[in-house]
């Protein structure tokens, strides 16, 4: 009773002062009835064993210089975009592009005073379904709370990609996001986000893949070292559907970025990949939960981490088969490559079995730069240096390869070069 | 072209010497063999000349040219013009191999104070030398050694060889794992580059190497020495009687 009463005055706490946004009010109200009976997230929590949620359940923000990235040009910069804009969680109608583009429909959350069904129907939807079995109350404050964000319905094949881009201004900034995105049948969208956002942020995303229906996302989180960044996205894939998620995270004190994918159609195909870079007080946690629910569905998770100084990544995947759905294709690597002997990985695969006629296969390591490798490459004219980034981007490349679009690719590469320049030992 | 003179090793990370004053002179445009049985420290010499690390040198001194090689980074002997084809070649998957060569060469050429090969340039010369080693297009487009057939990976080191141009080359056992028509292929790889400006040292357990390979002198190496040097007859002695006579009579 003492801790349940703990966790109660906790979260109230936190809430205090805070207040339901108008429209979609059933959705929100009932996501705070979820957030209640689960409360904040704690240390002794299984999920939440490696990472501690303390500074997201925090009151206010910890505050976090905003970084001066202008040493590169920005990320995606160079790709035909459409280009929306948010500074410390608030949409930047100046600074972003017309809401148009053809075969998608854009709107902001806080225009949802009658919102359209499919916006009524999905709001708050994939959010509750993902919070079982495991909870993860700090998505359900996300669907009572936020404010902002985008709601995007696909209706054809979108000509180029929707960029949301995170700028962080204001160090004590706490900014709270929710997207939705539904494709509809035979549709495709490509969605890129950069930035860090804020000095926090809570960030939900849903998305609704229709049938046949094919989305792409790449997300880089921006260079800010002080950050903090808890996200979820909220799949659910019809038929034939594909989802494809790339993220790369270079730096940020606390990043716990959550995937939770529901294969609901038959023949559905789901990637998650992630490349994460880290020096020094940094930490990163994936955690993605695949639910196979259909026939002949496909499920990728690839995680790479590069870690030094004292870094630390975690990584929680899990891949649960339901009875029923035969031939089912899983896969999943978790992977750190240790810079030092200070920097930490922590690994926790989990397959869950239901159907007798899958394949499911996980593999997870931690090691050091492979010196025969080194010498190798130094022996052929290499300098030290180079030759231990070319094998860290090595290490890399099956997470890059999780990304279709070449010019992305080879933008993400650049950033990974970059940094691992500017972290050269 | 390369000096050794007196040169001890051990091992750094336990106390056992491995070289025990080797002294060996190789000429610009000569080859030489250096036979030996398992363990008489013939890999070893060549990765102390490559700068492998975990090796101590704890008595004398090994120069290409007029520079110091003791003293130099990998890299640098590479730039230098010192070339180790690897007995077992290193797989490192991720790293395309054409990506791979052409960073070496760029890498030896910038240390050299030489412009950079541009990228059509070297397309065609990697081609070009690809062509005459039977490497095709698919095998230059794979990671580096990943998934390549014991031949593919020596014909690899020597294609690495022919697009680098060293002048000081080591084969270390090219010949191990090898079939008689890829040891050819292979052979005619090194013969093709034979020429005034460049040396060979090329390390073998066998005789068969050197029938395609001809070389000027023949080294034997046991116990961490040079015990026997001669022309190459002595590969044929060694092929006809072993190692056994030439040890004993060398104690």
Known sequence: MGLVQVRQ??????????????????????????????GLPGKRDEYWRYTDPASLNDNAATSAVAFDASDETPIFGAIDQLKLVFVDGEFDADASDDLKLAGVEISRLVETATPATWIAELFGTLEARGQKPVARPLAAMNTAFACDGVLIRVTGKATKPVSLIYVHKSENSDAMLHHCIKLETGTSLTVLESGPAAARLNKVMEVEVGVGARFHHIRAQGRDHGRRAVTHIFARLASKALFKSFTLTA????????????????DAVAHVAGAAMGDGAFHHDDTVFITHDALRCESRQVFKKVLKNAAVGVFQGKILVKPGAQKTDGYQISQALLLDGDSQFLAKPELEIYADDVKCSHGSTSGAIDDTALFYLRSRGVPKAAAQSLLVLAFLTQAIEEIDDEAIAEDIRSRLEGWLARHDR | MLTIKNLHVRLEAEDKQILRG?????????????????????????????GREGYIVTEGSATLGEQDLLVMEPEARAAAGLFLAFQYPVEIPGVGNMTFLRTALNAQRKARGEPEVSAGDFLKLVRAKAKTLQIDAEML???????????????????????????????????????????????EGVNALRDAGRAFLVITHYQRLLDHIKPDVVHIMAAGRIIKSGGPDLALEVENNGYADLVSEAQ
């Not at chain 2, 060889?161 to 079939?179: F, H, K, N, Q, Y």
Request: aromatic share 2%; with cysteine.
């Open chain 1, 251 to 266: 730096n940020g004190m606390l990043t716990r970025n959550e995937a939770v994918i529901e294969l609901a159609g038959d």
């Open chain 2, 22 to 50: 080797v002294d060996l002179t190789v000429g610009a445009g000569e080859v030489h063999a250096i036979m030996g049985p398992n363990g008489s420290g013939k890999s070893t010499l060549s990765y102390v000349l490559a």
């Open chain 1, 9 to 38: 005055d906790q979260l109230a706490a936190r809430l205090a002062g805070m207040t339901l946004p108008k429209g979609l009010e059933a959705a929100r109200a009932q996501a705070l009835a979820r957030l209640h009976a689960m």
């Open chain 2, 141 to 187: 487009k794979r990671p580096v050694n990943v998934g390549f057939s014991g031949g593919e990976k020596k014909r690899n080191e020597i294609l690495q060889m022919a697009v680098l141009e060293p002048r000081m080359c080591i084969l270390d056992e090219t010949d191990s794992g090898l079939d008689v028509d890829a040891m050819k292929l292979v052979a």
